[in-house]
């Protein structure tokens, strides 16, 4: 009896709980069908004082324009999925939770993207963080962030939202696929190339047969000879042409394939140039006085192909001309000398441009 209830009571007391969760489950059903959303609550978690790419009033106004109803419907109606895919959608909220609280609130909490340069060039107006994502710049947004301007254009379209380096391997993907698609082009051409070759082949193998039997004379023997040597002449140069026909094909699409294999390595190369542009911006935002003493990188692509930089400082009425983006420190720590010890004394009206690019000098106009 005692062994009984050593295990009776413990039992009956997890068949209490069981019961319980389960009515209060029924409970929460039952409210969530009866309780409506009466409040939305929006917070922007890592809002600062250097300014907020998104608001408050402009995550109401997405869900407003988006049609999703919410204020005045029942808990287990609303769909908290499609409220984070609409407060996503600007490109700007990097992550966005909603849920809902038992007395009828809708929750909204979400984190920007955090930008570390501004793109304004070429019908660009994006922000870049600095894992290379991309995003159209918010209506009315500012951030205090480096400014690009200049000619230069990433290889992405200007309203383009999400990281550079997935744009380019669906690029280098969609490349791949069209050069496979052109090598497949390829096989009735080979196919034609085959079949003219073996034709070429029987024409020379065809031979004219005195016909002995017949008593042929000589002169009419002589006649079916060249008769033969006409048509075999005749055939060589139209099959020759035809060669050349298909060489050609095969040559335009080895052309086209080698031109898409070109343009593969062009996207690598400005994937590279971006990445070193936001390296730059990086090392430019460590250091307190270059933060604040440049204000705009003008960027440009040179006929060679390579990313160049010019830099418009706070200071003076120069343009420093950086060129590429290589050996970027020794240059900074050259250019922080020349203002130390060389502009105090030369004086910092005088010149137009300062050109860092050549070793171990700078040159002055």
């Not at 909603?98 to 060039?121: C, F, M, N």
Request: a positive charge.
């Amino acid at each position: 009896m005692r062994k009984i209830g050593r295990y009776l009571f413990p039992a009956l007391l997890w068949s209490a709980v069981a019961l319980y969760v389960l009515y209060a489950a029924s409970l929460a059903r039952s409210a969530r069908r009866t309780t409506v959303v009466g409040t939305v609550q929006v917070e922007v978690t890592d809002s600062t004082a250097h300014g907020s790419l998104v608001t408050e009033r402009e995550v109401r106004s997405r869900l407003a324009r988006s049609g999703l109803k919410v204020q005045g419907q029942p808990l287990d109606s609303v769909d908290l999925t499609a409220i984070e895919r609409v407060v996503r959608a600007g490109g700007f909220v990097d992550r966005a939770a909603a849920y809902l609280t038992t007395d009828g609130v809708l929750r909204i909490e979400l984190s920007q993207h955090e930008p570390v340069l501004r793109l304004l060039t070429e019908g660009m107006n994006s922000y870049v963080t600095r894992t290379g994502y991309l995003f159209p710049a918010p209506p009315r947004s500012a951030r205090y962030v480096p400014v690009v301007t200049g000619s230069y254009r990433p290889p992405v379209p200007a309203k383009h939202t999400g990281l550079m380096r997935e744009r380019i391997d669906r690029e280098k993907g969609r490349i791949d696929s069209l050069v496979e698609a052109l090598e497949r082009s390829k096989y009735p051409h080979y196919a034609a190339e085959r079949q003219n070759a073996r034709k070429q082949r029987e024409v020379r193998r065809r031979r004219v047969k005195r016909r002995w039997w017949a008593f042929e004379p000589e002169e009419e023997f002589e006649r079916r000879v060249e008769e033969l040597r006409e048509e075999k002449a005749l055939l060589l140069r139209r099959y020759r042409y035809e060669a050349r026909c298909i060489d050609e094909a095969i040559e335009r699409i080895g052309e086209e394939q080698a031109r898409q294999r070109r343009r593969q390595k062009n996207l690598e190369k400005s994937y590279e140039d971006f990445m070193k542009l936001l390296t730059f911006v990086e090392i430019v935002g460590k250091d307190d006085f270059w933060r604040s003493e440049l204000v705009e990188l003008v960027a440009a692509v040179a006929p060679s192909g390579v990313l160049e930089l010019s830099l418009v400082p706070r200071s003076g009425r120069f343009t420093i001309r950086f060129g590429r983006l290589e050996h970027v420190e020794e240059k900074l720590d050259r250019l922080l000398r020349f203002y130390e010890r060389g502009l105090p004394v030369i004086g910092w009206e005088r010149w137009r441009e300062i050109d860092v690019r050549f070793a171990d000098r700078i040159v002055c106009r």
